[in-house]
């Protein structure tokens, strides 16, 4: 199993940034993904890259968010810039062994992170 670790996150203003941080232990993950879950609201996929380096993102975030990786694969980071409030959200974190493409379905994840609130204001 790969356990996923979530750092970073919190409070910030419109117009701010923030970073998330996701530790792959072990790192046998093929794509890794962020994704987010506002009040009321289903678990949608934002962001994705997977083990070559290669991004996708969700027309929400596109411009704005950057998802990378370090040179160990082991830690994957969500870079948010411009945030606005409707950024506000549970952001999770999320691994699969094997992925094709670039997969932004919560049940196509084996792997996920604990969650880490993102409020923008």
């Known amino acids: 199993d790969v356990q996923l670790v979530e750092s970073g996150g919190g409070s910030g203003q419109a117009g701010g940034s923030l970073r998330l941080s996701c530790e792959a232990s072990?790192?046998?993950?093929?794509?890794m993904a962020w994704f987010r879950q506002g009040p009321g609201t289903e678990r949608e996929g934002i962001a994705v890259v997977n083990r070559g380096g290669t991004a996708y993102y969700d027309d929400s975030v596109k411009g704005r968010f950057t998802i990378s990786q370090d040179s160990a694969q082991k830690t994957v980071y969500l870079t948010m810039n411009n945030l606005k409030p409707e950024d506000t959200a549970m952001y999770y974190c999320?691994?699969?062994?094997?992925?094709?493409?670039?997969?932004?379905?919560?049940?196509?994840?084996?792997?996920w992170g604990q969650g880490t609130q993102v409020t923008v204001s």
């Open positions: 072990p790192n046998n993950w093929s794509c």
């Open positions: 999320a691994a699969v062994a094997l992925c094709v493409g670039f997969p932004t379905v919560e049940r196509q994840y084996n792997y």
